[in-house]
């Protein structure tokens, strides 16, 4: 849905690569059941997301 809304206004929508970091792998990107934000990034999964964001923004030609 996200995706579809910003390819309608000529947006971009990147995708952090997570793969390998899955919720249970021994290096999740995202925080457990139990921990204080459950399912919202680690640190290394916001780092997966700012890199993603910003090759994103120098694409050529966006």
Do not use: E, N
Not at 8 to 32: E, I, K, N
Not at 35 to 58: E, M, N, W, Y
């Amino acid at each position: 849905m996200l995706a579809k809304g910003a390819a309608q206004f000529r947006f971009s929508s990147p995708q952090p690569d997570f793969a390998g970091h899955q919720l249970c792998t021994p290096q999740p990107y995202v925080q457990g059941l139990d921990a204080a934000a459950p399912f919202h990034p680690t640190v290394l999964g916001q780092l997966a997301i700012a890199l993603a964001d910003q090759a994103a923004v120098h694409q050529p030609g966006a």
